[in-house]
């Protein structure tokens, strides 16, 4: 009896043992239940059936504690095994999908929940307020890069024992909320890159226990509120990317704890606050990217804790004077400030200084000695009047990753070891007067993502460069190269631009190697023979510049399997046949463009700087990579010898910016369906054999801004209303004997005012017309009937007069 007893005794301590070092059935549950709902909905979501894979979920089972799960935290004393966290950060890889925020209301049923970190998991639909305002205890809540949309939800706002709060990375709108001064205990509030905007509220500074504020990248507008002062505690502010205005608080200084101030970005006016002198522990300092004005103080340089100071792109200027610095800067950006006479000597002794951003300024003389050789991981010095050739011991760094010297005036040859500088990631000498060949040696740099060497002398044959490197980005047009078109890069290329050479023969299968080009621009060189249908297989193609070479042949068909083309620019060359009806496919050129690029996510530097030459509204131009090929979409087959129609189906492009087939021998009438090219603002369709009229349709062009139908055989009456009306300089119409119109201030052969209104649709002109023409013909037949009869009646009764006076007479 007494071993039963105490068998019994011990199943039931273990039990107690078990239930007390477990987490409580409730809780495990729920997170088994939030598994099924998230493998549930990627599944739902997920275009492939293995796509998703759940990182650290597979040993969540019912079987097992889920004290022991991994990604869960549980309590750690006695008698107590409730789940204080979760980091269920990251939970996709391969092909993430996009997540309902319905799957995380089972988590918020376990109210003992501190720490809930759900960070980059696509997550999207409006924040659960409701559900969080359960979790009272939470002290760390972690929602940043997921596609959570809608305004901050007051619930988040009642959580009295929160100190970590991050938001960043969502599609968040919306102002800030004033209830965010009742989180007295936030010691750390991130809400970058939403569309948060309003003024900034003054409830911020209720705040006083908060060490780390940032609003980085919304619409906050307005005034920097003098509340902010009140945060005594605050370490980092970082109010970078928003529309602030007006000057920065006098006693901004007063911040005395803060190590970072950054407000780069913004509209702030006037000068830089002496007070900031007083900040002595303050190691970043950004402004540049505002309105500012005045002159540098030298009183910076003598913050002794201070490390990184950007003051560029402000109207501030460099006084010149000689400093003898207390600091040691790691980053300096001077841009755009005024310094003029060689690159300051007081540089030099910036031991630590690895980023160093002296662009557009008035420096002048060779690139100095001692800083090639300070081992800086940053150097631009881009628009400037520097002359010399460039020092071989600049290439000695290990460390240098990026170097801009493009806008210059350097010139000799590019040193032989340039490939001992094997960690440069971007390379931009662009627009120089460097002359020679690319040393072989600069193939070595494995990790080269981006190399531009264009608008120079350079010349000879391109190096191998292995085909397994990184190099995504090159452009080496406008130079003096030759030989064959060069394949010899990363087939990860991205953008290949080798447009102004004088390369020769034709286009190569090999092109076809470079599986993810999107960018293609061989302008301006001496390549002969037909465009092959190879091309068509390049589908991740979005611009094809090939203007002004040696082609022939005829416009390949299956061109319109690159749907993602939005340039094609055949123009000056010798092609022959007519436009393929299968243009109007090319599902780039339909939709509009937007201005997202895969290649603007991978180079976040510079890419601006690089010039795509484009013939836009009658005029040879250069548009920046950034602007022409994301947002603009055009098609250029001008000044070959295409014949037949223009196919209808062009119509259907409706993304369409400019549209140029002038100069050709294309005949028939002008299709109506042009007029549905709404994006469309520059359409030349000169210097062809086009009759009839131009199209009604075209008035539907609202963003029209240039057209030019000249030297055609067009006849009839210019189209009248919206962007048409615009359209009155002659020469855009000249040579065609046929047209009339306001315009070109002709009259047409009804005889009607040239200044009067168009009416406002086809239906009511069309209306109008006919109506006139049956009211008109009996209204004008009755009135000449009558001015007839009565002059008829009035000769007759004078006669009759005369006839009785001489009667009476006789």
Known sequence: MTKTCLLLLALGFLSFFRAAFCCPNDQKRALLKFKSAFLENTAVNSSSSDGFFSNGLENWNSTSDCCSWDRVICDSRPNSRAVIALYLDSLQSLEPVAISSSVLAPLFGIKSLMMLILSSNHIQGQIPGEGLANLGNLVHLDLMQNNFTGPIPPQVFHLRHLQYLDLSGNLLTGVLNPEIGYLQKLRTLKLDDNFIGGNFSAEIGNLIKIQELSLRNNHFSGGIPLSVLNLKELQVLDLRENLFSQQIPTEIGSLSNLSTLALSKNKLTGVIPRSIQNMTKLETLKLDNNMLTGEIPSWLFNMKALKYLFLGKNGLKWNNAKIVPQCMLSGLSLQSCGLVGPIPGWISSQRSLDYLDLSNNQLEGIFPQWLAEMELGTVILSDNNLTGSLPPSLFHSRSLSVLDLSRNRFSGELPENMGNATAIMILILAENSFFGKIPRSITNIYRLLLLDLSK????????????????????????????????TFSQETRILALGGNNFTGSLARNLTNFYMLEHLDLHDNRITGELPNFISEMSTLRSLNLRNNSLQGSVPCRISNLSNLQILDLSHNSFTGSIPIEVGNLVGMIETPSTFSSISSVFTFSIEYTDLIVNWKRSVQGLSSSASIDIYSWLDLSKNHLSGEIPSSLGKLRGLKMLNISYNGLKGDIPATLGNLESLESIDLSHNSFSGPIPQSFTKLQQLTTLDVSNNHLKGKIPVGGQMDTMDDP????????????????????????????????????WFAWEAMWIGLPFGFIVSTLVIFLTGFCELTEQRSLLLRRQTRS
Do not use: M
């Open 731 to 766: 020469t855009y119409y000249a040579n065609n004997s046929g047209l009339c119109g306001f315009q070109i201030q002709l009259r047409c052969p009804d005889n009607k005012s040239l200044q009067q209104t168009e009416p406002e649709n086809e239906s009511e002109e069309s």
């Open 456 to 487: 120079n002398r350079l010349s000879g044959t391109i190096p191998v460069f292995d085909p397994t490197s990184f190099l995504a980005y090159v452009d080496l047009s406008l130079n003096d190269f030759s030989g064959e078109v060069p394949l």
